[in-house]
């Protein structure tokens, strides 16, 4: 059974940085796209970086020169550094990964549980 686990989040002052991982466990044929999104209290789910198989990337504006998403396809992990962190990037930010179980299967949408990332003023 495919499993994405995240880990990472945590409280930081404005300005500070932090490292959000998040692996995939079990067995699969292909990861796609690797994405992280965030859902702040009250607000929809957004997406904040994708990275493609390749390594193309791309940003939600309010992001961009601020955070950094890469992956390993060894270890199949996503990151996500972030740095110069904001109060409004408070949120729980979510692992999702396109991933095909085997190759005539089309891919299929995983997330992670969660993580909690707090910036205070």
């Known amino acids: 059974q495919v499993q994405l686990v995240e880990s990472g989040g945590g409280l930081v002052q404005a300005g500070g940085s932090l490292r959000l991982v998040c692996a995939v466990s079990?067995?699969?044929?292909?990861?796609?796209?690797m994405d992280w999104y965030r859902q702040a209290a009250g607000k929809q789910r957004e997406v904040v970086a994708t990275i493609t198989s390749g390594g193309s990337t791309d940003y939600v504006d309010s992001v961009k020169g601020r955070f950094t998403i890469s992956r390993d396809n060894v270890k199949n992990t996503v990151y996500l550094q972030m740095a110069s962190l904001k109060p409004e990037d408070t949120a729980v930010y979510y692992c999702?990964?396109?991933?095909?179980?085997?190759?005539?299967?089309?891919?299929?949408?995983?997330w992670g549980q969660g993580t909690q990332v707090t910036v205070s003023s």
């Open positions: 079990g067995t699969f044929f292909r990861i796609d796209d």
């Open positions: 999702h990964a396109a991933i095909r179980e085997s190759w005539y299967r089309e891919s299929r949408d995983y």
